[in-house]
């Protein structure tokens, strides 16, 4: 999960986007799932929204669900 993030933190600032504090874990085999550092899928969004208003809106109440 830290690789995770620095790989975020540091698309972010290469792609000119705000890493929000929010990060989405999913275990995918308990037998091992992917190897070291195969990227799963990477989520971006763009709005005009506030970054506390985005995530007090969609992420922050645990509303959020993901199929």
């Not at 504090?21 to 308990?30: M, S, Y």
Request: negative net charge.
């Amino acid at each position: 999960m830290a690789l995770g993030e620095r790989e975020a933190a540091a698309y972010a600032e290469d792609g000119g986007f705000e890493l929000l504090p929010l990060t989405q874990v999913f275990v995918l085999d308990a037998d091992g799932g992917p190897a070291h550092g195969s990227e799963v899928f990477s989520l971006l969004h763009r709005t005009d929204m506030a970054p506390e208003s985005y995530l007090d809106q969609f992420d922050r109440d645990g509303s959020t669900e993901q199929p």
